[in-house]
């Protein structure tokens, strides 16, 4: 773990197969997926200590998360045909993994934001996104979208109006009640590089853009016009962003790139970006 300028805090180790990170937006705490010993943890971020263990053995292979809220919601399956959802109420005095929804095609990777919970099929062409209300706790279909291109990482506005995914030509908006697209993002012919990764600022008004080849761009989530653009840094062997590995911090973006073939990652931050007005 580092702080926001790269600098290391500190090691934490004997975790198992870890696939999937969310974090509080105070910082505080960090929950880690571990699809090997089917467990979540939450971890102190200003000790590195893990202060909760959640026991998903009964939701084998815990995938993706997402927090909205004190609910944590958790993609989870080992194969085709057994993907499902459980809910995790952080508040309560002893949380426990509940079932949200079984059944699914795969372990899908999710997105949550206030009453809406969007669900996306990765690794998988053609895909899926579907929507559910979850203002009861309990998730009910709004509807589906089908025959979807290659689907690298899913996000949700804060306000849980808008779902953007990662395909490969660009990034798209759909509206999470009406499931109709509102708009695309970075689509450019010319241009060469997959998305693979799409985050949304905290205050809903910017969606970053990661793409394997061009690096990093930032676009207005009303109009699509591009706002920001920062190719990888030279000096080593083609970096590319690597799927899923984009964020933000207040006005700072952070992205982590790899190379192919290569299990070394660098930490990425684009000083220069301004994500505010």
């Given at each position: 773990?580092?702080?926001?300028?790269?600098?290391?805090?500190?090691?934490?180790?004997?975790?198992?197969?870890?696939?999937?990170?969310?974090?509080?937006?105070?910082?505080?705490?960090?929950?880690?997926?571990?699809?090997?010993?089917?467990?979540?943890?939450?971890?102190?971020t200003?000790?590195?200590?893990?202060?909760?263990?959640?026991d998903?053995?009964?939701?084998?292979?815990?995938?993706?998360?997402?927090?909205?809220?004190?609910?944590?919601?958790?993609?989870?399956?080992?194969?085709?045909?057994?993907?499902?959802?459980?809910?995790?109420?952080?508040s309560?005095?002893?949380p426990?993994?509940?079932?949200?929804?079984?059944?699914?095609?795969?372990?899908?990777?999710?997105?949550?934001?206030?009453?809406t919970?969007?669900?996306?099929?990765?690794?998988?062409?053609?895909?899926?996104?579907?929507?559910?209300?979850?203002?009861?706790?309990?998730?009910?279909?709004?509807?589906?979208?089908d025959?979807?291109?290659?689907?690298s990482?899913?996000?949700?506005?804060?306000?849980?109006?808008t779902?953007?995914?990662?395909?490969?030509?660009?990034?798209?908006g759909?509206?999470?009640?009406?499931?109709?697209?509102?708009?695309?993002?970075?689509?450019?012919?010319?241009?060469?590089?997959s998305?693979?990764?799409?985050?949304?600022?905290p205050?809903?008004?910017?969606v970053?853009?990661?793409?394997?080849?061009?690096?990093?761009?930032?676009?207005d989530?009303v109009?699509?016009?591009?706002?920001?653009?920062?190719?990888?840094?030279?000096?080593?062997?083609?970096?590319?962003?690597?799927?899923?590995?984009i964020?933000?911090?207040?006005?700072?973006?952070?992205?982590?790139?790899?190379t192919?073939?290569?299990?070394?990652?660098?930490?990425?931050k684009?000083?220069?970006?301004?994500?505010?007005?």
């Amino acid at each position: 773990m580092t702080d926001t300028d790269g600098t290391l805090i500190g090691y934490i180790t004997d975790l198992s197969y870890v696939v999937g990170l969310t974090v509080t937006p105070d910082g505080t705490r960090l929950y880690a997926a571990l699809r090997d010993s089917n467990e979540v943890v939450e971890i102190d971020t200003s000790t590195l200590a893990i202060t909760r263990r959640f026991d998903f053995a009964a939701y084998t292979c815990p995938y993706r998360l997402s927090l909205s809220g004190n609910m944590l919601w958790t993609g989870h399956g080992c194969g085709p045909g057994n993907g499902g959802v459980a809910s995790l109420d952080l508040s309560a005095p002893a949380p426990q993994p509940v079932t949200a929804l079984t059944g699914l095609a795969y372990a899908p990777m999710l997105a949550a934001a206030q009453n809406t919970l969007v669900l996306g099929y990765s690794r998988v062409s053609p895909s899926t996104l579907m929507s559910y209300d979850v203002s009861t706790g309990s998730p009910q279909l709004l509807g589906e979208i089908d025959g979807l291109p290659y689907l690298s990482d899913l996000s949700i506005t804060p306000d849980g109006s808008t779902a953007l995914a990662a395909f490969p030509t660009r990034l798209e908006g759909w509206d999470t009640s009406s499931l109709t697209m509102v708009r695309q993002y970075g689509e450019n012919a010319a241009a060469q590089g997959s998305a693979v990764a799409v985050a949304v600022t905290p205050d809903g008004t910017k969606v970053v853009g990661g793409w394997t080849v061009r690096g990093v761009e930032v676009y207005d989530l009303v109009t699509g016009v591009m706002t920001y653009a920062k190719t990888s840094p030279t000096g080593w062997s083609s970096p590319m962003v690597d799927t899923g590995a984009i964020t933000t911090v207040g006005d700072e973006v952070f992205s982590v790139l790899r190379t192919r073939g290569s299990t070394v990652l660098r930490l990425w931050k684009l000083e220069d970006a301004t994500l505010t007005p």
